[in-house]
Every structure is written in C-alpha cells, then in structure tokens.
C-alpha cells in the first residue's frame, strides 16, 4: 500500500477511546500528520516535534468545541490548531488574543499580527487581556464542556499562577496545554517560573487534574485534563475541588 494510501485511512480518526479512558490516541495517525502536513507549513520553532505531536493528540482525544489561546504574534499556534482539526475533521472553534496595538512589549507583531491565519474560517482574532476575554467567549458560548486553553503568553511566574487559576476557578473541566515549563533546576539561570506557577495550582487542587508531559527538551509543555467526566462537574468549580 503506497503511503498515500495509508495515511488517508489514518486520518479518519486518530482518537478513539471515550473522553473518560486514559489518555491514548493513534500514534501512527498523529505522526503521520505532523511529518507530512503540519511541519512542512510551521516548521519545529518554536514548538518541537514532541510539542507538535502533544498539541495534535490533544485536540484529536479531546475534540474542544472552542480553542482559546492568547498572544496570538503572527497566528503560528491559531494556525497549528486549524490544521489539526481540519485534517482530522474536528468541527471547533478558535479564538486568539492579543494585546492592544498601543501595548508595546518585545514580541508585538504590528501589522502582522495574525498573518497565518488571516481569512480562515473558525479562527477568530481579538484584542485584550487574554483570560478575560477567553472566559468571557466561553461564557456566551453557554459554556460548553472541555474547552481547550493554550497558555503561552507573559512567562513570568505571576501571570501564569494568574492565568491558570482563574481558568481553574471559572471552568469546571478544562483542557489546559502549558508552554515553556520545561523542569530545570534553579542552578541553570532558565526561566522555571512558569513550572513552579504550574506545580503551585495543582497542589491547591490535588486529584482533580491528569497530566502528560513532553518533558524532552525546551521549551517544555505539558497538558492538563479533568480527571471528571463532563458529566459529573455538577456543584462548585473552585480550586479546592
């Protein structure tokens, strides 16, 4: 069978097990994806290809209805998740944020802010704090189960404990893939702020999340999924549930 042939049979579905089993998906299929349609578009920077074979499994386990990811740049990561869940015809919906035109700050793309993703349906670009606004879409969305949150904005310590903990208090079930949280140790004079914000929240909500970690190099992510059903999220949704 010519590889054509092989992936077009993989593609059909590359997450089969219900959303309650341990995480699993085809690694054939996801592989697949990544070799011969997703790198040759984004390339491997910034996300490795162990990071771009996490963020596919994700959003094919998963299958989020609403994508919210902030700082959006040129729209690389927005562009990452519209080809995974066209490829894998997962109906979903994108939202990135950015900051304001009239916030400068290092990274600000200007006139190319989006530019990935300019005119592709299901990806909606906005400006403003990027948590606010993300919790405030899913709210008018009628808060849908599982909505899937990319975080990988402001790295310093603060911002992430801030980001992480107002998603954990406004929603119930979220998917949380975190970025730049490789494990080093003090000693390496590497940004581990955003690691310690990640470990802090948890502890503060032991047994509620799963992790999966790439863990192979920097910049490092991991990924946080309830370990309730979508179901069973009936009562309150604070940290210390």
């Not at 310690?196 to 999966?212: D, H, K, P, T, Y």
């Not at 946080?224 to 999220?233: D, E, G, I, M, Q």
Request: glycine share 8%; with cysteine; charged share 20%.
């Amino acid at each position: 069978m010519g590889i054509l042939s092989r992936l077009q049979e993989l593609r059909v579905s590359a997450a089969q097990p219900t959303p309650q089993a341990p995480f699993e998906v085809d690694g054939w299929a996801t592989s697949a994806f990544v070799a011969h349609t997703l790198v040759p578009l984004v390339g491997v920077y910034p996300f490795p290809l162990q990071e771009l074979m996490l963020m596919t499994a994700t959003v094919c386990r998963f299958e989020p209805s609403l994508i919210f990811e902030w700082g959006t740049n040129i729209g690389k990561l927005a562009r990452i998740f519209y080809e995974i869940s066209k490829y894998f015809h997962i109906p979903t919906a994108i939202h990135t944020c950015d900051l304001p035109d009239d916030v400068d700050y290092v990274e600000h793309p200007h006139d190319q802010r989006g530019a990935m993703v300019q005119g592709l349906s299901g990806v909606t670009l906005h400006q403003g704090d990027g948590l606010t606004t993300s919790l405030r879409l899913w709210e008018e969305a009628g808060r849908p189960d599982r909505p899937l949150f990319f975080l990988d904005g402001d790295h310093s310590y603060a911002s992430v404990r801030r980001e992480i903990d107002g998603i954990l208090e406004a929603v119930p079930d979220p998917v949380l893939l975190l970025h730049d949280i490789f494990l080093q140790s003090s000693e390496s004079g590497y940004n581990i702020g955003p690691r310690r914000a990640v470990e802090e929240s948890l502890a503060v909500c032991q047994g509620r999340f799963n992790a999966v970690h790439s863990g192979l190099s920097l910049p490092g992510m991991s990924m946080l999924y309830s370990t309730a059903p979508p179901a069973a999220k009936a009562g309150s949704s604070s940290l210390n549930t």
